[in-house]
């Protein structure tokens, strides 16, 4: 026991490091006398394995990687896996694409089997190759066609034009196919031989030097003799396969055959069972498929009949469905054995199925609180009265907000906000509002005194258009103002500021002042879900994926899925030929949140693009309509409302959408009054996170009337004497960067005298910025009306290089 008077070191004594004798030496083994530790042995042991067995170890993990990356490539399109699926693009309105299809259905010694009623397309099967494809054809005007074919394609064939390469349409499907993300593709160039030879080379070698721009790696593949389709077969059957991220992770699959029962309660909704053959992923009877362009959807059974593109017909694997055996089948094309053939591989389970609720139900009495008591009351009222001041507001202020902050509740928000917005953008509305009456009214005169009716039919849709020119004139004067007096307002003179701004507070510092992400949300945020920590989830899940196997069917079965309450126009779609797609979907991919979008304005695009205006997104494998906020991307907690979509930096897009675990591409377009949609932004997904806080900031200019030497007084900001003294502790700015802040008001007329940390140039201008937080608008609508087909223009390439002596 130490002394009571002993010395203790204090915390500035030296801290020699202790000796390390080293593993050569054998002390510490010596020392030991070969007793064994009780210490456990970490479970990753990577800094005791020698630099030999890490070199081995990494070794073996590359190694792996390779014979997997392998092994994906030899069964695509072998009679294991599912067929190489072929989308053949045109790029150009005189692509010869029958041609083509006539050349690649002429191989030696290979099977043609034509899609059956709706698919479109055909089936090539080379048994002498052991291999078997899929083609099917779109056209690059019919953009959803493109797109959704894109998604599952395992290679994308692109025919150009000899002379032009592509056309204008070709040009806008070749934007939106890289901004999706774009798979292994091949450039294929039919018709050569209908120019003369020396034509053909220069044409070719103009072409190649065009393509480079755009695909800096492509071989140009002639198309005249049945050699050159067997070389190009080669090359999409041989070629690295580009993956997607979107769907590497979820199974898929294009119908190869559908068929509606309609249901007993209504003809309208049925069941659709979609035949196809499953890719990149097992799919699961529990888990719900997401139909692109039609919604989220349930599996009741997944069958197996026959495969209708096997390469041995009287050989059919049972494709280790229940046991390894092999089924003889003697009639495929028969469809009353094909149904006697047919074998349930599973039925969903009511408790392991996913459930299709999307948004939560709000309880009204949640958060209830029963009456208080007659103590309690008389407890509050005591601590109100000690620590009561008076102060002036209007009425609902509560005791947080007495400063200078109203809030009227949650109700009635939108529609707040939206008046907020009507009135924050200059009073432009009013003026242009005045214009259009008086220029309606002069032409309704006119034209009932001097024209015919015909004549005054046509004028008056001539004046619609005329109405559009006016309207889109009056985007690009708030574009403009926005860009020169960026977030300022007037302050209306017949509603007091204090009113007109009741919703905006004050802050010290917009980077660093706190701001509560759960304070006064709005009520469609009772409708959405949230995760505790987004990041951990989404791991968890992927390596869930890699990890485990999911019991389904799995990849290259030709499986049959009966999907529940679809309605009758999915069914119609297919008939009419365009592709029936279907995604598996992850865990809670069909519940509604808020989506986070990082994308940057395209360069095709410039016309104003106005936040909360209705936009087309395609995200990843969804496609969807929704009104949008525009934010600043920055790693702060606060991030700065835009009101235009800017052409010089990258901006966040915040929607309600459901849930869609990242990476996935986005694509935003914009539907003209004709009905084509107009690309005008791309980017990927960001995040999914309802707690990121979008700030509107407001900005209210005053002059300075009369400047002494830190003093001023300051006018046209406020018009009366009450508002000075409401916003009097907010901290007032210049331009020139001076700080300072509202001392007393002068008269009844808004005059104000300030003080600065500065002497004012006459020429500054001081601001005062108020602060609020929006939300976007509730439109989301999985229906997307198909886009009419872009308009076909001339080549996009120059004149010099198209030009031909």
């Known amino acids: 026991m130490a002394a009571v008077g002993a010395h203790r070191p204090g915390p500035l004594k030296q801290q020699n490091k202790a000796h390390k004798g080293g593993k050569h030496s054998g002390s510490s083994q010596r020392r030991a006398g070969g007793r064994v530790p009780v210490k456990a042995q970490p479970r990753r042991r990577l800094r005791d394995l020698s630099r030999v067995d890490r070199r081995h170890q990494a070794l073996q993990l590359r190694r792996q990687r390779k014979e997997a990356v392998l092994a994906e490539k030899r069964s695509l399109g072998s009679g294991d896996g599912p067929p190489h699926l072929v989308a053949v693009v045109l790029l150009h309105s005189r692509a010869a694409a029958h041609d083509t299809l006539r050349l690649l259905q002429s191989q030696d010694g290979a099977v043609v089997r034509a899609g059956p009623g709706g698919a479109g397309g055909f089936a090539l099967l080379c048994p002498r190759l052991k291999q078997r494809w899929r083609f099917v054809t779109a056209q690059a005007g019919d953009l959803h066609t493109v797109l959704d074919l894109a998604k599952v394609a395992d290679s994308l064939l692109f025919l150009l034009d000899p002379a032009d390469g592509w056309d204008g349409a070709g040009e806008h499907c070749l934007s939106c196919l890289f901004a999706q993300g774009l798979p292994s593709y091949a450039l294929a160039v039919p018709g050569g031989p209908d120019l003369p030879p020396k034509k053909w080379i220069d044409a070719r070698k103009k072409l190649t030097k065009a393509t480079e721009k755009r695909f800096p790696e492509a071989k140009l593949f002639p198309l005249h003799t049945e050699q050159d389709c067997s070389l190009l077969l080669r090359h999409l059957s041989t070629q690295k396969q580009r993956p997607l991220s979107f769907r590497a992770r979820r199974a898929h699959l294009l119908a190869y055959a559908a068929e509606f029962v309609p249901g007993q309660d209504s003809h309208l909704v049925g069941t659709l069972k979609v035949s196809g053959f499953v890719r990149r992923q097992p799919l699961g009877v529990n888990s719900l498929v997401h ?100 102060v002036k507001v209007p009425k609902g202020t509560s005791k947080y907000q007495a400063a200078w902050i109203v809030d009227d509740g949650e ?168 592709p029936l797609v279907l995604f598996s979907l992850l865990p809670h991919e069909q519940k509604m949140s ?22 087309i997104f395609h995200c990843g494998f969804r496609r969807f309509r929704a009104s949008p906020l525009f934010s600043q991307h920055t790693s702060a907690d606060k991030h700065k409302l835009e009101r235009f979509l800017r052409p010089d930096a990258a901006l966040v897009v915040t929607v309600y959408a459901p849930i869609t675990f990242p990476p996935a591409s986005v694509l935003l377009f914009k539907q003209r009054s004709n009905g084509m949609h107009d690309l005008i932004a791309t980017g990927s997904l960001l995040s999914v996170d309802p707690d990121r806080i979008v700030i509107k900031r407001l900005v209210l200019s005053g002059h300075p009337f009369k400047i002494f030497t830190r003093t001023a007084v300051v006018r046209y900001m406020f018009f009366n004497r009450d508002d000075v003294m409401w916003f009097k502790p907010v901290e007032l700015r210049t331009k020139w960067g001076r700080r300072g802040h509202i001392k007393e008001p002068l008269g009844t007329h808004g005059h104000m005298k300030c003080h600065f940390d500065g002497q004012l140039k006459s020429q500054d201008t001081v601001l005062l910025n108020l602060y609020k937080r929006v939300f976007p608008k509730w439109t989301y609508d999985p229906h997307v009306p198909e886009p009419v087909p872009w308009v076909r223009s001339e080549s996009v390439l120059p004149e010099q290089e198209v030009e031909m002596e």
Not at 327 to 355: C, F, H, I, R, Y
Not at 594 to 615: D, G, I, Q, W
């Open 291 to 390: 139909i692109v362009g039609h919604g989220d959807f349930q599996v009741s059974q997944v069958d197996a009949p026959p495969d209708p593109l096997s390469l041995n017909p009287r050989v059919v694997k049972a494709q280790k469905r229940s046991q390894d055996m092999e089924v003889q089948d003697d009639s495929v094309n028969g469809t009353d054995e094909m149904e006697e053939d047919v074998k349930v591989l599973m039925k969903a389970d009511p408790s392991k199925q996913e459930s299709l609720q999307s948004e939560v139900v709000p309880d009204p009495m949640e958060g209830e609180q029963t009456w208080p008591t007659e103590e309690e009351l008389q407890e509050a009222e005591d601590s109100l009265k000690a620590s009561r001041r008076v």
């Open 411 to 578: 109700e009635g928000s939108e529609k707040d906000d939206d008046e907020d917005d009507g009135i924050d953008d200059d009073l432009m509305e009013e003026a242009v509002s005045q214009d259009g009456e008086s220029s309606e009214e002069e032409p309704g005169e006119e034209e009932s005194e001097t024209m015919t009716v015909s004549e005054c039919l046509r004028d008056e849709q001539y004046d619609e258009k005329m109405e559009e020119d006016e309207q889109m004139l009056e985007r690009y004067k708030q574009e403009r103002m926005d860009e020169m007096f960026p977030d300022e307002v007037d302050t209306p003179r017949d509603v007091p500021a204090r009113v007109r701004f009741q919703k905006y507070r004050g802050l010290k510092s917009f980077r660093t002042s706190p701001w509560d992400p759960k304070e006064n949300l709005p009520r469609d945020y009772a409708r959405i879900f949230q995760f505790q920590d987004f990041s951990r989830t989404r791991k968890h899940l992927f390596r869930q994926i890699e990890k485990e196997e999911t019991e389904g069917a799995s990849v290259g079965w030709y499986i049959t899925l009966h999907v529940c309450n679809v309605p009758v126009s999915v069914m119609e779609s297919f008939k009419e030929g365009k």
């Open 594 to 615: 808020v989506l986070n979008f990082l994308v940057r304005r395209h360069p095709s695009n410039t016309e104003p693009v106005k936040a909360k205006e209705e936009l």
